[in-house]
């Protein structure tokens, strides 16, 4: 009785909050996925989509999304024929542009651009690691704001990069085709989505693969009126297909699945809570190294919050949930406009 008399207590002063802080006039927030990926320096050089609504883009609309991506990278790991460092700070600014051409169908652009640099966030993350007791990885003995991405491997450096560098990423044009969209209920939908990621980047300096990749997955979702606010799920799966690369490309596969899962709650008309799971299997091969030759998963959780009807904010925090495969965190930032 007491756990139900909490529930009860916690619903309505949630349900009064909401209704206080919701102008009537405001439409409610839009709980879309979101548009991040894995931001290893050796991941996100490839074509891993971020995988987009389960609706396309209506006829006529236009979707801009302005993208920022902050993630700081620390990998220390060797054994006996293989050693690799990933030490430093990449910053990924794209813009994801997406405009509907009919009625169920949308194509894209997303242009990128990438900074690699030793970062300015290694002593906060010491502090935040020993403040709550959490493992530092041999982090807070490497040096501070430091650029290497090296890998070793039978006594042969394959990869170094220590020099800052900034630059245009490899470009994808995306499509979307509307597969199922429930007509009494819209927000029940699955779409059809496809990227093509073109060699644009340096890959000298992880700007982008060297490779031409090319990926196709399905995207669906679902959302339900609660008693407070409105509560959405989305998921998708896919596979990526890649071309050969010019980093580590004696290791490099040519292909890799991936997928995600999140849900979101919007409790007011202006704000969302969202939780997001995303997955790949490996890149590489021929490796010991999880790093390398490890599947993938990251959790990112943040919000979404609305300005106005066509203008809205996702804020988001990436943790590595299978450590040394994806950065210690990604702090996540995306500007969204539709028109």
């Given at each position: 009785m007491g756990v139900q008399k909490g529930f009860r207590f916690w619903a309505g002063l949630a349900m009064a909050w909401s209704i206080f802080f919701s102008p009537p006039g405001l439409p409610a927030v839009e709980i879309t996925p979101f548009f991040t990926q894995n931001q290893s320096p050796l991941v996100q050089i490839f074509g891993l989509p971020s995988i987009g609504e389960a609706s396309v883009v209506p006829s006529r609309k236009a979707d801009l999304r302005l993208i920022v991506d902050l993630a700081n990278n620390y990998v220390n790991d060797k054994n006996a024929s293989e050693s690799i460092v990933l030490d430093g700070e990449s910053t990924r600014i794209s813009l994801d542009a997406r405009y509907g051409i009919a009625k169920n169908f949308e194509v894209?652009?997303?242009?990128?651009?990438?900074?690699?640099?030793?970062?300015?966030?290694?002593?906060?993350?010491?502090?935040?690691?020993?403040?709550?007791?959490?493992?530092?990885?041999?982090?807070?003995?490497?040096?501070?704001?430091?650029?290497?991405?090296?890998?070793?491997?039978?006594?042969?450096?394959?990869?170094?990069?220590?020099?800052?560098?900034?630059?245009?990423?490899?470009?994808?044009?995306?499509?979307?085709?509307?597969?199922?969209?429930?007509?009494?209920?819209?927000?029940?939908?699955?779409?059809?989505?496809?990227?093509?990621?073109?060699?644009?980047?340096?890959?000298?300096?992880?700007?982008?693969?060297?490779?031409?990749?090319?990926?196709?997955?399905?995207?669906?979702?679902?959302?339900?009126?609660?008693?407070?606010?409105?509560?959405?799920?989305?998921?998708?799966?896919?596979?990526?297909?890649?071309?050969?690369?010019?980093?580590?490309?004696?290791?490099?596969?040519?292909?890799?699945?991936?997928?995600?899962?999140?849900?979101?709650?919007?409790?007011?008309?202006?704000?969302?809570?969202?939780?997001?799971?995303?997955?790949?299997?490996?890149?590489?091969?021929?490796?010991?190294?999880?790093?390398?030759?490890?599947?993938?998963i990251q959790l990112t959780i943040g919000g979404t919050l609305a300005f106005s009807d066509k203008i809205s904010l996702d804020l988001g925090l990436t943790e590595d949930v299978v450590v040394k495969t994806s950065p210690d965190v990604v702090f996540h930032l995306a500007l969204r406009g539709t028109f």
């Open positions: 894209g652009l997303v242009i990128p651009y990438i900074i690699e640099g030793g970062g300015v966030l290694d002593g906060f993350i010491d502090w935040y690691h020993t403040t709550f007791g959490f493992p530092a990885g041999g982090r807070d003995q490497a040096p501070k704001n430091r650029l290497l991405y090296q890998y070793q491997k039978d006594r042969q450096e394959r990869l170094k990069v220590d020099q800052s560098s900034d630059g245009i990423g490899d470009i994808q044009f995306t499509g979307a085709f509307q597969l199922f969209r429930n007509t009494q209920k819209p927000s029940r939908a699955l779409s059809l989505r496809a990227a093509l990621k073109l060699p644009t980047g340096n890959s000298d300096h992880l700007h982008g693969s060297g490779s031409t990749d090319f990926s196709l997955w399905v995207s669906g979702g679902d959302e339900y009126t609660i008693s407070v606010g409105h509560f959405s799920f989305w998921g998708a799966a896919g596979v990526l297909g890649m071309t050969q690369g010019d980093v580590l490309k004696e290791q490099q596969r040519n292909g890799a699945a991936f997928g995600c899962l999140g849900v979101g709650w919007s409790p007011a008309r202006w704000i969302a809570f969202k939780i997001q799971a995303n997955g790949h299997t490996a890149f590489y091969e021929d490796s010991d190294l999880a790093t390398l030759s490890g599947n993938s």
